[in-house]
């Protein structure tokens, strides 16, 4: 491969974990109850010279406060941690804690040289950390912000072993091996390991740079590995979904024995010998580019539908092909990905407010956690490790940015049911709004604000069907990361990204059924949603879609044996849809005999279960790729980003007097476009060709008969984009 092609990729790289325009430097907050190692009753040694495996063990130990509980967080300050055995979190039945570090750098956790020798084991690693294992039942687990060095001479090691069940999240970690031996650099577990997420890691080194054998799905974002000896990723298990993965190697850069989702990949380095990916399952694989391999993609997948690409390329590919039940292009919808903007840490003591701090005189949580709020000198809010009650709304707004728990957040229980809390986000002076790290059922979330919300690590579902938990009601961005809820959607500006998204609404208990249901997983009364990632239990209809644009990249139903299946898994009325790797597992009892449900200018078509591929092992159905969009419909792209290169872009419509719509829209410098105009029915109006002007921008107007709801389509070659309007007199 050309040193330009490894330039390109060592930038790939550095693109992932690009610094923000601040410092990375997490402080602990004023008596946030953190467990700071370097003090008392601990005092870890953090120059590296004395071995502190006994004192972390501790650590852990002391402050596993067991399932139903708060979590508590172990902050290891900047310096150097000697370990020479597996520090080792409970395993089974089992809560928290958070291994936080104050830098990503600077808290480095190194393996004595020579410890863990040998040949090492995917299946049984010995770990430098490990947060788990066994049963489903490894619950909150997280590792945030620091380096795990194995030294050298550790050919057995494993960089971090991470498990974790419902909601767990490793994030900002470097795993490095010093010589490049080791058996696995993360390992994503074996057995019921699962739902969980890995984001922003890097690993240099081992035989495996990311290994996965997981029963209920894992996600990946912005992962990083290189100098790999057999593969940078191998995925196997039931399901794994990955976004963004670099691999800069001459070992192939993935292995697939999984219902893999891969998107956004670049590998370099490479060997002509070998290709980049072999798959030997099923895959969906979007904008992926190599260089320096035989080829992009070897695919030996059993069934296998579609020829694999034979390039270096790979534009939207899914071995299995694609499903539709209306007119549709056989691809995924490929909606904008908009990454959630990082929050700086707040530096300064004084601008954080302890909520424990305003329970002053008779106040309850509430009024509390609402005078820490408004204290106009706080920017960012603690919530200790103790039980706080929220039994009516709280709103964010004024300058707070944060909101940082790792506490439980119940709600208050009344003679005839729950009284529930609500954390409203309204506007403020802070663009963005962080919330993270609490364990609060029964509390829901509303984004009622137009600024950008980030949910990260929280579990705050609660199984009543009156219940809303997430709730995107205004314009602005709500993105969810590693989280455990119901998502209701009701603004049709609204816009939201979610990636390892688990919603465990056992919602066969009530009506689930489209149009006169109560309980739901994911509803949408318009807006736009992309999600990575999205698991789910038992029966009932996993998604309702309204009027709304919704693309699911990887979705995992662990249906075991409870309940009964629903007339339908999804339902999707006059809304654009692409469901990618949908997958059931049950135990013995029935499966869908309807996946997907589509009604269309008031035609209703059912996509059934005996239409799809079946899997052979366990009682199993996998949806490769189903899509329905149709551009008379709804706009499939997001008007307010940049179109990816050679796809136009509507800009503007306005309308005119006298019943007519100017439309303004971005080309690639093509000389000719057509402009068409439908009715709300899809039936076609007129037709128009136009030049475009200057730099491919095309304006043009046409003329409607009547008030109503129109939609407009801009096709230039096999390229097009539609958007929705409506006329009133």
Not at 3 to 23: D, E, K, N, W
Not at 157 to 174: H, K, L, P, Q, R
Not at 239 to 265: K, R, W
Not at 389 to 403: A, E, F, H, L, W
Request: glycine share 10%; proline share 5%.
């Amino acid at each position: 491969m050309t040193h330009r092609a490894i330039a390109c990729a060592i930038i790939c790289v550095a693109g992932i974990f690009q610094s923000p325009a601040f410092a990375e430097n997490i402080i602990n907050p004023p008596r946030s109850g953190w467990v700071d190692v370097s003090k008392s009753p601990y005092n870890a040694d953090t120059t590296g010279k004395t071995d502190v495996t006994a004192i972390l063990q501790k650590a852990i130990n002391d402050n596993d406060l067991g399932p139903g509980n708060s979590y508590r967080t172990i902050y290891l300050p900047n310096g150097n941690y000697l370990v020479s055995n597996t520090v080792q979190w409970s395993t089974g039945n089992s809560q928290g804690p958070v291994f936080q570090g104050q830098s990503r750098k600077g808290v480095v956790i190194r393996l004595k040289d020579g410890t863990f020798t040998g040949t090492g084991s995917t299946a049984s690693p010995k770990a430098v950390l490990a947060t788990g294992d066994g049963v489903a039942q490894n619950f909150n687990k997280a590792i945030f912000n620091l380096t795990v060095n194995i030294g050298s001479n550790n050919s057995g090691a494993c960089g971090v072993y991470f498990y974790s069940n419902n909601e767990g999240i490793i994030e900002n970690v470097d795993i490095i091996s010093e010589d490049g031996q080791g058996s696995v650099g993360l390992h994503l577990g074996n057995g019921e390991q699962g739902p969980c997420m890995a984001r922003k890691i890097y690993v240099k080194g081992f035989k495996y740079g990311v290994w996965g054998d997981a029963l209920n799905s894992v996600t990946l974002s912005q992962i990083a590995v290189q100098g790999q000896s057999t593969c940078g990723l191998a995925c196997g298990g039931r399901s794994m979904y990955v976004d963004s993965l670099t691999s800069i190697n001459t070992a192939p850069a993935v292995l697939n024995e999984s219902d893999l989702v891969l998107i956004n990949g670049n590998f370099a380095g490479g060997s002509a010998s070998v290709p980049a990916i072999t798959n030997n399952a099923r895959i969906f694989a979007r904008n992926i580019t190599t260089s320096g391999y035989s080829k992009a993609i070897s695919d030996l997948g059993q069934g296998r539908k579609i020829a694999a690409p034979t390039g270096m390329t790979i534009n939207d590919y899914s071995s299995y092909g694609c499903l539709t039940l209306f007119p549709s292009p056989l691809r995924s919808i490929n909606l904008p990905i908009k990454r959630p903007p990082d929050v700086e840490w707040e530096q300064d003591t004084a601008k954080w407010a302890n909520i424990n701090d305003y329970k002053t005189g008779n106040r309850t949580d509430v009024q509390a956690l609402q005078a820490a709020i408004d204290d106009p000198k706080k920017t960012s809010i603690i919530m200790p490790d103790i039980w706080h009650t929220i039994d009516s709304p709280v709103y964010i707004r004024g300058n707070i940015k944060r909101i940082v728990g790792t506490c439980r957040v119940a709600c208050e229980w009344g003679v005839s049911g729950p009284i529930l809390g609500t954390f409203v986000i309204t506007d403020g002076t802070a663009p963005v709004v962080q919330i993270e790290r609490l364990n609060c059922q029964g509390t829901s979330i509303f984004q009622q604000s137009s600024r950008t919300v980030i949910v990260e690590a929280v579990t705050n579902e609660f199984e009543d069907p009156k219940v809303d938990n997430d709730r995107a009601d205004g314009t602005g961005d709500l993105f969810l990361i590693d989280c455990v809820a119901r998502l209701k959607v009701t603004n049709p500006k609204a816009h939201v990204w979610a990636w390892q998204f688990n919603s465990e609404q056992q919602s066969y208990f009530f009506n689930s059924k489209p149009d006169t249901s109560q309980a739901y997983n994911l509803k949408m009364l318009g807006g736009t949603a992309w999600i990575f990632g999205y698991k789910t239990e038992v029966y009932g209809t996993k998604g309702h879609f309204y009027n709304a644009v919704a693309e699911l990249l990887g979705f995992y139903n662990y249906a075991g044996c409870r309940g009964r299946a629903e007339p339908t898994q999804f339902y999707a009325k006059e809304s654009n849809i692409s469901i990618v790797s949908g997958t059931q597992l049950v135990f013995g009892c029935p499966l869908y005999d309807t996946l997907v449900t589509v009604v269309r200018g008031g035609v209703t078509k059912n996509l059934l279960a005996t239409q799809t591929n079946p899997v052979l092992e366990w009682e199993n159905y996998t949806i490769p790729l189903f899509s329905n969009f149709d551009s008379t419909m709804v706009s499939v792209r997001d008007p307010r980003a940049m179109p990816a290169a050679g796809i136009p872009a509507i800009i503007d419509i306005q309308a005119l007097p006298r019943k007519n719509i100017a439309v303004t829209w971005s080309g690639s410098g093509r000389q000719s476009a057509t402009m068409r105009l439908f009715d709300a029915r899809g039936t076609l109006l007129a037709t128009r060709e136009f030049t475009a002007g200057a730099g491919g921008i095309h304006c043009a107007a046409i003329s409607v008969p009547s008030s109503g709801t129109y939609f407009v389509d801009v096709q230039s070659g096999s390229e097009r984009s539609v958007r929705k309007v409506m006329i009133v007199d």
